[in-house]
């Protein structure tokens, strides 16, 4: 016992001696949650529109009215050609050109329709499709005061009707993205450090040749490698404290469910993925190749298939067989049912299931491999 | 009894990987005290049999005892009653010289009050005492040499293995440090060396030169060189292992 604690220090030192490394691990969560919950937000919010109103009339006015009062838009000014909406969203001054056609109450009035388009930049399809959806419902909100406007009565034949809205939201109604990509972060976060420094520490041991004399000293090998582990938890559980309470003071995105339930679900995933770091010390001979291999193998499909940044449901069926086998999707699924939707711990007992049973394979597999290496 | 006289005793000792034998029935003994120099070019097996005399690998078939234990069966023993010091270094380097000397004091089960005198005692006769509190990775390769061979003997162990202890460093820092060999041996502990520098297998008090997976030659240098007809040992080893270091 005294052999393990004696190892606990060592590896404690081997941390906070290199500072910049330290500073990283602790910062990198905090980064992450700014970065991700403020720069790269597809929230929608203060867009700029500019406005060709080939009109004029009372219910254009009404419509322009109506987006700029909404917190989502603001007013950047009239403009009369489809050139100078063009230059001015690739300049991004303003990210939507409301486009109203001429005639427009006259039209309403007499054919029951009448046409606006909604100009946006594609280029970043996340936040035009945003854009759009909020225009839409904001301008097919104010069907009743346009008709009103239009000297038609709601009960008046015609039924005009500009944009029926199909989106429907569950448990994010405002969008916030902020609620899409916390679980993500905490995946993303927890994986990086328990998998990859983990990895690395041990790996490096072998590259330095350090590894080496501790095999031909008395310490047990499950000594050694059980002592890597607990300083990476320790920094993990920091870490995940960190991102919740960022993500409740600073994001606004509540606790739902039971606090009990998210930690025992982050515990178990930091067992998985110190268990993966262990399967990756097991094949990687240089710190590079452990890099890599926990980087490439590991990070871009915690990134891309966990569900982090498109969801499961929309990705080609091969690829969401693949993604069953992804540990951080099941935690990124369990901490969404936990932590958004208040879901009691029955509707998650698949994914501590399957997360559980992932970090015994895995535990298993890389003792097996450590053992062979010594035969 | 054999174990008296003997620190290690082989007999067929042999590591087959497949169909590959690395180690083909080897059988040879090192007297206690002895400075016992391990030849061969690179491949003829001489890693992988001390890797097996350390408990690092376990042998195919054969016998091994060193310092008194089976390496088969009580490889636990072997490993509490010998060092081990590989070509790279093996310690540390963003550790401070004593807590080096505190951390491998605790592997080997010492009492921290055993650690510190030691620790101490060592320094001052290295020399080193003033830098106790430097890190590893400042100080010059000769140094860590030194530093490591002396962590390697600080649990007092009957055996020290040194796998090629002196690559890359100068002429004047492996003399130095054959002067600790030296000294290890006078107190009594069995030194078994491996290296690539001819010159120092002249220092051995035997030396073993191994050739694809046997033992070719083994005996004291001057014997040796008489033996073949040489003038040094290097031109020894050339005509066994065929030239290649």
């Given at each position: 016992?005294?052999q393990f ?6 590896e ?25 919950g ?70 309403f ?12 930049d ?18 097919a ?38 609620y ?8 993303l ?7 990859m ?5 041990i ?7 350090t ?24 920094l ?8 919740l ?9 509540p606790?739902t ?31 590079v190749?452990?890099m ?26 091969l ?19 936990l ?37 | ?16 990987f497949g ?7 080897i059988s ?21 049999a ?5 408990g ?13 234990y ?76 030194k ?45 078994f ?15 073993s ?37």
């Amino acid at each position: 016992m005294k052999q393990f604690w004696v190892f606990v220090k060592k590896e404690f030192m081997h941390i906070f001696r290199d500072g910049r490394t330290a500073m990283i691990l602790l910062l990198m969560p905090i980064v992450q949650i700014i970065l991700f919950g403020f720069a790269l937000s597809n929230e929608i919010k203060n867009v700029k529109f500019a406005v060709i109103d080939h009109s004029n009339d009372a219910i254009t006015t009404f419509v322009t009215e109506r987006l700029s009062q909404s917190e989502y838009f603001i007013f950047e000014r009239d403009i009369s050609t489809e050139e100078e909406a063009d230059y001015l969203i690739k300049s991004s001054q303003v990210s939507l050109v409301v486009v109203y056609g001429a005639n427009f109450r006259e039209n309403f009035v007499r054919e029951g329709k009448s046409q606006i388009s909604l100009i946006v930049d594609g280029s970043d399809p996340n936040t035009a499709s945003g854009v759009l959806r909020y225009a839409s419902s904001i301008i097919a909100s104010s069907n009743e005061q346009i008709m009103t406007l239009s000297g038609l009565t709601p009960h008046s034949g015609a039924k005009p009707t500009f944009i029926e809205p199909v989106v429907e939201l569950l448990y994010n109604p405002q969008m916030k993205s902020a609620y899409n990509f916390v679980p993500g972060v905490m995946g993303l976060i927890l994986m990086l450090i328990c998998a990859m420094m983990t990895s690395v520490s041990i790996v490096r041991e072998k590259e330095t040749g350090t590894m080496e004399v501790l095999l031909a000293s008395p310490v047990r090998p499950v000594i050694v490698i059980l002592a890597k582990t607990v300083p990476y938890f320790i920094l993990s559980v920091i870490n995940l404290a960190t991102i919740l309470l960022l993500s409740v003071f600073v994001l606004g995105v509540p606790i739902t469910g039971s606090i009990f339930w998210l930690v025992l679900a982050s515990f178990i995933f930091i067992l998985v993925s110190l268990s993966t770091g262990l399967l990756i010390s097991s094949f990687a001979n240089t710190q590079v190749a452990a890099m890599l291999i926990s980087g490439l193998v590991f990070m871009m499909p915690v990134m891309l298939l966990s569900g982090m940044i498109y969801p499961v449901s929309n990705m080609p069926y091969l690829l969401q067989i693949v993604a069953q086998f992804i540990p951080a999707k099941w935690f990124i699924e369990a901490v969404r049912k936990l932590m958004i939707q208040g879901l009691p711990v029955t509707s998650v007992l698949k994914e501590l299931l399957v997360m559980t049973s992932m970090a015994l394979a895995f535990i298993v597999l890389s003792i097996r491999s450590f053992k062979q290496r010594l035969e | 009894m054999k174990e008296k006289t003997y620190a290690i005793i082989t007999e067929n000792l042999t590591k087959k990987f497949g169909d590959f034998t690395a180690v083909d029935s080897i059988s040879f003994d090192v007297k206690r005290g002895e400075i016992f120099g391990f030849l061969g070019a690179n491949g003829a097996g001489k890693t992988t049999a001390m890797k097996m005399l350390c408990g690092l690998l376990k042998p195919t078939s054969g016998m091994g005892m060193v310092a008194g234990y089976d390496i088969s069966k009580n490889s636990e023993m072997v490993k509490k009653n010998i060092g081990y010091m590989s070509q790279r270094f093996s310690l540390y380097q963003d550790l401070k010289v004593w807590e080096n000397f505190r951390l491998f004091g605790g592997i080997y089960g010492l009492k921290d009050g055993e650690i510190a005198s030691r620790t101490d005692e060592m320094l001052k006769s290295l020399g080193f005492f003033d830098e106790r509190d430097t890190l590893v990775q400042s100080l010059p390769a000769g140094w860590k040499q030194k530093l490591a061979f002396s962590v390697a003997i600080l649990h007092k162990p009957s055996i020290v293995f040194l796998d090629e202890p002196t690559g890359g460093v100068d002429p004047a820092a492996r003399r130095q440090f054959w002067e600790l060999i030296y000294a290890a041996a006078e107190s009594g502990i069995t030194v078994f060396v491996t290296t690539h520098y001819m010159d120092e297998a002249e220092y051995c008090d035997r030396v073993s030169i191994m050739s694809e997976g046997v033992i070719a030659a083994l005996d004291s240098p001057e014997n040796l060189k008489y033996k073949y007809g040489c003038t040094t040992v290097e031109e020894v080893f050339h005509k066994l292992a065929g030239g290649q270091l």
